[in-house]
């Protein structure tokens, strides 16, 4: 009973790993709500095996590195493919659009950056109880927004925007950058204003903008974590 205890972390863990390989498959097909839902289970799963680790003391070396290589493929390699697809059929690059397949390959910085992102975080003993750098999750919610907006767009997106951005929030996942962690442990008031912010304001957007203001919500935590470390 114990080895069966002590697994189901690990297992809600694979599930996170199976929906993510599933998103996978939608990105090639360009079925982007599909992938929203795939990843959406995957940030599901990623947060009831770290509650179910703590609820049933089940903590092992083996859980902390299944749990980095599903959120690799979850939140790194989905949407990194979900990004290539959208570049490379709903975006528009003026004056060289016979080398979209080429500017699109540029989403694959998503995947190698969160690889690394996730790398530090195992070795980072100063992120305990806050981050350093964007969250790989936060990474991928933001990017099903941008291709949802992208969607709703009345005409094609331009091309380099999103590669900047691709650049930009790659270079996010490994910056410096102190951010804090979205995770209640409690529910007072004072301790987690700023989650609380960040939940009505999504609530918000989501109904506003729908899916695309996952994009915003990210935006938002983005902001007001360089307000922390300003007022600090």
């Not at 990843?39 to 903590?59: K, N, P």
């Not at 305990?128 to 919610?141: C, D, E, H, K, Q």
């Not at 930009?168 to 204003?193: A, D, G, R």
């Amino acid at each position: 009973m114990n080895a069966i205890v002590k697994n189901i972390p690990n297992s809600i863990t694979c599930l996170n790993l199976l929906s993510g390989c599933f998103a996978c498959l939608f990105a090639f097909k360009g079925d982007y709500d599909m992938v929203a839902l795939c990843i959406g289970l995957s940030a599901l799963f990623d947060f009831l095996d770290g509650m179910a680790a703590r609820l049933l003391h089940a903590y092992s070396p083996l859980g902390k590195e299944l749990d980095s290589l599903a959120d690799l493929i979850s939140f790194g390699l989905a949407p990194g493919l979900m990004v290539l697809y959208f570049m490379k059929c709903d975006c528009l690059f003026h004056g060289l659009d016979d080398y979209r397949s080429w500017w699109a390959f540029s989403a694959l910085l998503i995947p190698v950056f969160s690889a690394l992102r996730l790398a530090k975080f195992n070795i980072d003993t100063r992120q305990a109880t806050s981050f350093i750098g964007l969250p790989v999750p936060a990474n991928a919610l933001f990017w099903i927004g941008i291709c949802q907006a992208g969607l709703q767009a009345s005409e094609k997106v331009c091309g380099y925007a999103i590669v900047c951005l691709v650049v930009i929030f790659s270079l996010l996942l490994v910056s410096e950058l102190p951010m804090f962690s979205l995770k209640f442990t409690n529910l007072k008031l004072k301790e987690n204003y700023l989650r609380y912010l960040i939940l009505v304001a999504a609530v918000i957007f989501l109904i506003s903008f729908g899916l695309a203001g996952l994009a915003a919500t990210i935006g938002l935590y983005i902001i007001l974590s360089l307000l922390t470390i300003k007022k600090g």
